[in-house]
């Protein structure tokens, strides 16, 4: 990459929820050519519930799909990070609009190298999320999600948001901050100086004796795209 360009993220935009509509997200993804961007990176959650199946696309989704492949034949690398609120996005009727789709990305600039991470499941005590999230992501339940009925993907659709809604309390309340820690260790000691994380919906940064963890606020709290 080189020195000129500029990496932009954004974190839990929750678009169609309480990031409301997708247009000023959009607007503000279309202006990052010319703002030097020469890479995006999705750190999850860009909408409020995100399936990889066209039966489920809202208005929301086609538009912001149509502004990342815009971004992409602009020349600016996109990375998706999956969330706890995006199924099955990877090999789906949207991979045309992300250079890749992962539960994590490393990546450089000006020498300092960052490992991006959505930020759930950290905690290994919180089994019963980590298994909640293991069966809701797994092959089955995509293979369910993307040939039951219409009516009753619906259905679907609606309850898991509700189920999403109730998870993770502990973590909404407060910041799990000895477990950032004890994660931030692991990863930096793996080679990375910078973590970047969204998920909690916060700006924070945590100085670790290897470097850095930095949460990322959640766009629809600030609306604001941030820069490395």
């Not at 490992?115 to 290994?124: C, I, P, T, Y």
């Not at 797994?138 to 369910?144: E, F, P």
């Not at 950032?180 to 990375?192: C, N, V």
């Not at 945590?206 to 959640?218: E, F, H, Q, S």
């Amino acid at each position: 990459m080189a020195t000129n360009d500029r990496v932009a993220v954004v974190a839990d935009a929750h678009l169609s929820g309480p990031g409301g509509p997708a247009e000023p997200l959009v607007e503000q993804l279309r202006r990052l050519p010319e703002e030097g961007c020469g890479r995006l990176v999705l750190l999850g959650d860009l909408f409020q519930i995100w399936i990889g199946d066209s039966r489920y696309e809202i208005p929301d989704i086609a538009l912001m799909v149509d502004a990342l492949a815009g971004l992409r034949s602009a020349g600016v690398h996109v990375d998706y990070i999956e969330g706890n609120r995006d199924f099955f996005l990877q090999g789906s009727p949207y991979d045309h609009a992300f250079d890749q789709v992962a539960s994590e990305v490393a990546f450089q600039v000006n020498g300092t190298r960052y490992l991006a991470v959505h930020g759930d499941g950290l905690d290994r005590r919180d089994w019963k999320y980590r298994f909640w999230r293991t069966i809701s992501k797994s092959g089955l339940s995509r293979l369910v999600a993307t040939h039951m009925p219409r009516r009753i993907a619906g259905r679907m659709v609606r309850g898991t948001e509700q189920r999403l809604s109730a998870t993770n309390q502990e973590h909404k309340r407060s910041i799990p901050e000895d477990v950032l820690r004890e994660y931030g260790s692991r990863r930096l000691a793996e080679g990375h100086d910078e973590i970047l994380l969204g998920h909690f919906h916060a700006a924070r940064t945590l100085k670790l004796p290897g470097g850095t963890v930095r949460l990322i606020d959640a766009w629809y709290n600030s609306h604001r795209i941030e820069w490395l």
